[in-house]
């Protein structure tokens, strides 16, 4: 039987799924020497999305967290996510080479990428950045399920993959949409066109058969698994290591973690999330639906709410139909960030206008045009390609060129010149008010969770309305009454 190696991703995806990406800095100094002395393969700490969340809601510092982690984890490889499209405005070159460059000064050793059509040309074009940078890659290769998503299909984009010699590939289902069957079919397919480069798993629990998932790919041959750690596990996150981990061994594996170093980092989390009032991950239900639909769940409750704003609430199962139909217009692209809320937008503007691709947002539109990855100009119903094209609004677009400027034009054109690149990069991203609002704020919030019960009860009494509090135990009682 195999050793199993695990991937945590509980202050990453875990957060990002089940608590909107609303970890803060003070969240994570108390357990990062227990991440750091479990065994973990590699922590994963971030997206290029998190530093507008971290900004702009949270207002920390995203460099200080990563220097922060860095510090606390600095025998395990920290790891960093990048992908999707338009990273910095239309991936510019120069851009993105400097927000990799920055990211890896602050100690991260590791780069995922992710391409949301598994386009060969774009998976060049990063992992050459992120080598340039230093990292070790790994290529995701996303699963989705389509009449384009075959095992054949598969087949060419892995060895696709593998012709880029990345450090490793990633077997990725991000929408939790696999089933034991699909990973019994496909996991072989990944072994054997990857050749010599190691291959991981990665799955979520969305559909409630993530876990079973796990134990399947690791019986077809794959020792690298991805997990999460309670609370933010579960839900839509990704399988529990707990659970993981003790059913591997009742199948005679051997996984190399140390699990009494992690159960206070659950512990800890817990009464994180009980403090903030944040949810805690728990076992889905099967939902057939999401096989067919493929919207994640948190844009299940966007949609809703654009529905509410216009008084059509009632109107979600009908939007979600009409997503089915939208994505298979659109080409079938994988429902990962930004495509899947193209899609699902989309599909809630055709619902409330009444009439079919009416009205499309820019967005709908250069994705016609390509920009949101070439492959789609030749997927899509060329009938709805050309009436998405065929407005004013569309030439316009059409014009716009690319941005392609060095730094030094992009430092001048933001009156940037003086900036550190971590605050280039900030300032390249977001507004001067936001960062002003973050620097405004002050340190990062402390969390202290030991006696975290006798904590909380404190907070909970002081910011109390009643006159009398009476706490009884059976050898004493303490009355406290609220002084006029």
């Known amino acids: 039987m195999a050793d199993v190696q695990f991937i945590d991703t509980t202050i990453r995806d875990g957060h990002q799924s089940l608590w909107a990406g609303n970890m803060r800095i003070g969240m994570l100094r108390p357990i990062l020497d227990n991440l750091d002395s479990a065994g973990f393969d590699a922590v994963e700490i971030m997206a290029a999305a998190h530093i507008k969340k971290s900004v702009r809601d949270l207002r920390e510092d995203p460099w200080l967290m990563l220097r922060t982690v860095a510090t606390g984890v600095h025998r395990t490889p920290l790891r960093l996510i990048v992908g999707g499209v338009n990273t910095f405005g239309f991936d510019n070159p120069a851009m993105y080479q400097l927000f990799l460059d920055t990211i890896a000064k602050c100690g991260i050793r590791q780069a995922r990428i992710s391409e949301s059509w598994n386009y060969l040309p774009v998976w060049k074009t990063r992992l050459a950045a992120a080598q340039r940078a230093g990292f070790d890659c790994i290529i995701n290769v996303i699963y989705s399920i389509s009449p384009r998503h075959t095992d054949a299909y598969y087949a060419e984009r892995i060895r696709q993959a593998a012709s880029l010699k990345p450090w490793r590939i990633c077997f990725k289902d991000p929408g939790g949409l696999l089933t034991p069957e699909r990973t019994r079919q496909l996991v072989p397919v990944f072994l054997q066109n990857a050749g010599d480069i190691p291959v991981e798993f990665h799955?979520?629990?969305?559909?409630?058969?993530?876990?079973?998932?796990?134990?399947?790919?690791?019986?077809?041959?794959?020792?690298?698994?991805?997990?999460?750690?309670?609370?933010?596990?579960?839900?839509?996150?990704?399988?529990?290591?707990?659970?993981?981990?003790?059913?591997?061994?009742?199948?005679?594996?051997?996984?190399?973690?140390?699990?009494?170093?992690?159960?206070?980092?659950?512990?800890?989390?817990?009464?994180?999330?009980?403090?903030?009032?944040?949810?805690?991950?728990?076992?889905?239900?099967?939902?057939?639906?999401?096989?067919?639909?493929?919207?994640?769940?948190?844009?299940?409750?966007?949609?809703?709410?654009?529905?509410?704003?216009?008084?059509?609430?009632?109107?979600?199962?009908?939007?979600?139909?009409?997503?089915?139909?939208?994505?298979?217009?659109?080409?079938?692209?994988?429902?990962?960030?930004?495509?899947?809320?193209?899609?699902?937008?989309?599909?809630?503007?055709?619902?409330?206008?009444?009439?079919?691709?009416?009205?499309?947002?820019?967005?709908?539109?250069?994705?016609?045009?390509?920009?949101?990855?070439?492959?789609?100009?030749?997927?899509?119903?060329?009938?709805?390609?050309?009436?998405?094209?065929?407005?004013?609004?569309?030439?316009?677009?059409?014009?716009?060129?690319?941005?392609?400027?060095?730094?030094?034009?992009?430092?001048?054109?933001?009156?940037?010149?003086?900036?550190?690149?971590?605050?280039?990069?900030?300032?390249?991203?977001?507004?001067?008010?936001?960062?002003?609002?973050?620097?405004?704020?002050?340190?990062?919030?402390?969390y202290s969770t030991q006696g975290h019960h006798v904590v909380s009860l404190a907070r909970r009494l002081a910011s109390s309305t009643s006159a009398s509090i009476d706490i009884v135990t059976p050898s004493a009682r303490l009355s406290l009454r609220r002084s006029r």
């Open 203 to 446: 799955t979520h629990c969305t559909t409630g058969l993530g876990p079973i998932c796990a134990l399947e790919a690791v019986k077809q041959g794959l020792t690298l698994i991805n997990t999460a750690l309670p609370p933010l596990a579960d839900g839509s996150s990704l399988p529990s290591l707990f659970n993981v981990a003790a059913n591997l061994r009742a199948l005679g594996h051997s996984p190399l973690i140390d699990e009494s170093r992690l159960r206070p980092v659950s512990e800890h989390f817990l009464a994180v999330a009980k403090e903030d009032g944040l949810p805690v991950g728990k076992p889905s239900p099967f939902d057939e639906a999401q096989y067919l639909h493929q919207v994640p769940g948190g844009m299940i409750s966007n949609l809703a709410h654009q529905l509410r704003q216009v008084g059509k609430e009632g109107k979600i199962p009908e939007t979600l139909r009409e997503t089915i139909q939208v994505r298979a217009e659109l080409g079938f692209p994988i429902m990962v960030t930004p495509l899947s809320q193209f899609v699902g937008s989309q599909a809630a503007i055709n619902m409330i206008v009444g009439e079919r691709y009416k009205q499309v947002t820019d967005q709908i539109i250069l994705y016609a045009l390509g920009r949101f990855g070439e492959e789609a100009t030749d997927a899509m119903d060329q009938n709805v390609r050309d009436k998405i094209l065929d407005r004013p609004r569309a030439k316009v677009l059409a014009a716009q060129e690319l941005p392609n400027q060095s730094l030094s034009e992009m430092r001048r054109e933001l009156n940037a010149e003086g900036l550190s690149d971590e605050d280039f990069l900030l300032r390249w991203l977001l507004t001067t008010e936001d960062i002003a609002n973050m620097r405004a704020a002050g340190p990062p919030r402390i």
